[in-house]
């Protein structure tokens, strides 16, 4: 079987170094803090206050998870960050680019290994996570659910990691540029809804009013597609609920467009999931192209 040479010499490598032994058991004990503090609420939220909680269990899932979710969301860049760039301080970055593998081989395999180590700190969480299954009666169908989710915020994460260390010669620079891109997914997609936000409230306060229906500030919200809290959200409001977080923000008796549709059922997951993945790619792609050596001998002619 074909493996990528990268992953398997990174794979290799970081399997022999206790790095990861301790990675995985600073990632257990953040694991077991959570899990401490969410059963002490769990209890004290009880309304019987008495010994038989196990009903409450269920909530374990969405807390655990979001929390692996965030620390995932954290650590991926950092280690795709100094992929690139940590091969050009090395000066071993032009050795490895003299190899048969193509830019986007090499790009992937620095994702690929960024993936399978978020994978092994998934698989080091089961235990802990089993027991929203196993005694909270959780549907053991969201367990791949939640597999699904860790393993696409791996891949974006990753994606934007690989993205700044092709653009930085310093692994600092791209850690730093990683999480300025992180802003933007975060907070930059949010400005045009509160600025609508802010717009329609000035119009209310004047006695004037927004256009209701189909309008322009419905079809802000659009850019929250690509919003990885709004898509978290989503995704626990569905766990727990069955339902969209969008079912209940919008008037759907005069809503229509792409809202309606994505506001109906699990479409804006489906659709935010298909977004994250083509922006991912398109960040493999932009750092194999900047990395390739044959563009830089075309552009020197």
Not at 65 to 74: D, E
Not at 114 to 134: C, E, H, K, N, T
Not at 272 to 292: G, H, P
């Amino acid at each position: 079987m074909w493996l990528n040479p990268i992953v398997k010499k990174d794979v290799k490598v970081q399997s022999r170094s206790m790095k990861i032994c301790f990675g995985v058991l600073a990632y257990e004990l953040i694991l077991a803090l959570v899990f401490f503090f969410a059963m002490f609420i769990i209890q004290e939220n009880n309304t019987y206050y008495s010994d038989n909680i196990y009903s409450e269990l269920v909530g374990l899932y969405p807390v655990l998870a979001i929390t692996q979710f965030v620390i995932l969301g954290v650590i991926v860049p950092v280690r795709t960050a100094s992929s690139i760039s940590g091969e050009r301080e090395r000066q071993t970055f032009d050795i490895m680019m003299t190899t048969g593998m193509t830019p986007f081989s090499v790009v992937a395999g620095k994702v690929m290994t960024a993936i399978v180590q978020s994978m092994l700190f998934i698989a080091a969480s089961l235990p802990i996570m089993a027991l929203s299954f196993v005694v909270g009666g959780m549907s053991w169908s969201y367990l791949f659910w939640f597999f699904a989710i860790a393993l696409l915020i791996s891949l974006f994460s990753a994606s934007v990691g690989i993205l700044c260390s092709s653009l930085c010669k310093k692994s600092v620079s791209a850690v730093i540029m990683s999480y300025g891109f992180y802003l933007i997914f975060f907070i930059g997609t949010l400005v045009p809804s509160i600025l609508y936000e802010i717009y329609s409230i000035n119009y209310w306060y004047n006695g004037s009013s927004v256009q209701s229906g189909y309008s322009y500030g419905e079809n802000i919200a659009l850019t929250l597609l690509i919003n990885p809290a709004v898509y978290l959200a989503e995704f626990v409001a569905l766990v727990m609920t069955g339902e969209s977080i969008w079912d209940n923000s919008f008037d759907m008796t005069t809503v229509g467009g792409p809202i309606r549709f994505l506001a109906d059922g699990n479409h804006w997951i489906i659709a935010s999931t298909v977004l994250f993945l083509a922006v991912s790619f398109l960040f493999l792609w932009l750092a194999a192209r900047r990395i390739d050596p044959a563009r830089k001998h075309r552009r020197g002619r």
